[in-house]
């Protein structure tokens, strides 16, 4: 992206801050800029980039969009509900994958000397900023029948309250806030038993805030970790594949931008609906790296970013430059750890992975060329490979268990 097209953001960023502040009509007036810049935010980016405009009628698109809708069971995995509590109230919610015993449910056996099987290990998955329990659709579907999974949708996300401390309280968003909220989660879903803890983007974020407030949890039942496309800090310093003049420039009024916004909450939605077919570029620009993604992948993706309201978006932006838990990375030592990432991956930079890795020399270093932030979804089949190994590695599964693919991206594939 040129100078002068991340200058033309930056305008566009200032008119939608003082559209903000100004008056009912001028609101009006703006929706489309307003819809554009959160178009960017969702897209876990802090900058937008110049989109040439599509030339295939609204109507015709509308209808391409429907049918990618429908082409794949992308998201359509459920599992036994469940409801966690977090401190301030908010209710959690989760889905449990359950094993079942080959030829069904397990008949009723007599208790020896008041013992019984050992609890089995759980996974529990946490998802990314934008994104929901959803988002982990490939490696859900393969690890089915092999092993015992949770997946959750953080506060605000997916199916999960609003958060009661932002509604109620206004209260900031924390990285910390999300550890006590996956403590709250395990509680509630794995009481007790080994677990594996997977988080990608926020999600690893989340993972390592639970470390530092509950050191004893990892160390007495934390069995291997996952980190995927993450960051242990210094998020500030990310240019997402922007110039520095203009990605400094972008940081001054995005703040702003934000707050904004997300208290014209209804009006931006009206104004972010109209500009959807614009920002589906935008989207895929900051989630994918390769060419020949399926385009229901690409969908799938884009309802995930679509349906995270802009206030929640807003509340939340803050709260990554403020993460910094390079030191409780100290508390997977000793662990099997997975440690992967996207090389083309703008949102959280391979490299970032690469110091994680570097604190835990013990770690499996992934890094996958040709993906992107979302690389579960770009390349299922490296990420499930992979967190089968590091499943095997921590007992989760036995060495001879089948953990299949499901699906693929390729353009020439069929989903499912």
């Known amino acids: 992206m040129s100078e002068s097209s991340a200058g033309a953001v930056v305008d566009a960023a200032s008119a939608a801050v003082s559209a903000a502040t100004g008056a009912g ?11 554009a810049a959160i178009g960017v935010v969702a897209a876990g ?48 919610y989760y889905e449990v994958d359950d094993v079942e015993p080959e ?12 013992r019984k099987a050992p609890a089995p290990v759980t996974v529990v998955f946490s998802h990314g900023y934008c994104l929901s329990q959803d988002s982990w659709h490939f490696q859900r579907a393969a690890l089915r029948g092999v092993v015992r999974t949770v997946h959750w949708d953080q506060r605000s996300h997916g199916r999960s309250e609003r958060g009661v401390a932002q509604v109620r309280d206004r209260e900031a968003v924390t990285i910390e806030q999300l550890g006590r909220d996956l403590k709250a989660v395990i509680d509630a ?8 803890l997977v988080g ?8 390592m805030a639970l470390a530092d407030q509950y050191p004893e949890l990892i160390r007495d039942r934390v069995v291997a970790v996952a980190l995927i496309g993450t960051s242990s800090g210094r998020l500030g310093e990310v240019n997402f594949g922007l110039p ?16 904004a916004l997300g208290q014209q909450a209804a009006l931006v939605e009206k104004g972010r609906r109209a500009t959807a077919d614009l920002f589906a570029g935008v989207i895929k620009r900051y989630s994918f790296a390769s060419r020949d993604v399926d385009p229901a992948v690409a969908r799938f993706a884009e309802r995930m970013i679509e349906g995270t309201p802009i206030d929640v978006v807003a509340e939340y932006y803050p709260a990554f430059s403020d993460h910094d838990k ?3 990375l100290a508390h997977f030592a000793g662990l099997p750890v997975l440690v992967l990432a996207g090389v083309g991956d703008l949102v959280t930079p391979s490299e970032h992975s690469e110091a994680i890795a570097d604190l835990l020399p013990d770690a499996e270093l992934v890094l996958v060329p040709d993906a992107g932030h ?16 590091l499943l095997t590695r921590a007992g989760a599964v036995p060495a001879g268990a089948t953990v299949g693919g499901y699906g693929s991206t390729s353009s020439t594939a069929q989903p499912g």
């Open 25 to 35: 009509a001028g609101w009006r007036r703006a929706t489309g800029i307003a819809g």
């Open 45 to 92: 980016a802090a900058a937008g980039v110049a989109i040439e405009r599509l030339t295939v009628g609204r109507g015709m698109r509308q209808k391409a969009r429907l049918a990618l809708d429908s082409a794949g069971p992308y998201g359509a995995l459920r599992g036994t509900p469940g409801k966690a509590y977090a401190d301030d109230g908010t209710e959690l």
């Open 103 to 114: 030829g069904g449910p397990a008949p009723r056996r007599r208790r020896l000397f008041g």
């Open 189 to 196: 879903a794995v009481p007790d038993g080994p677990i594996v």
């Open 200 to 207: 990608h983007s926020m999600g690893g974020m989340t993972v």
């Open 244 to 259: 520095v003049a203009g990605v400094n420039a972008v940081r001054r009024v995005l703040p702003g931008v934000l707050k």
């Open 326 to 328: 390079t030191e409780a």
């Open 374 to 389: 979302l690389v579960m979804l770009e390349h299922p089949e490296v990420v499930t490979d992979r967190l089968a190994d």
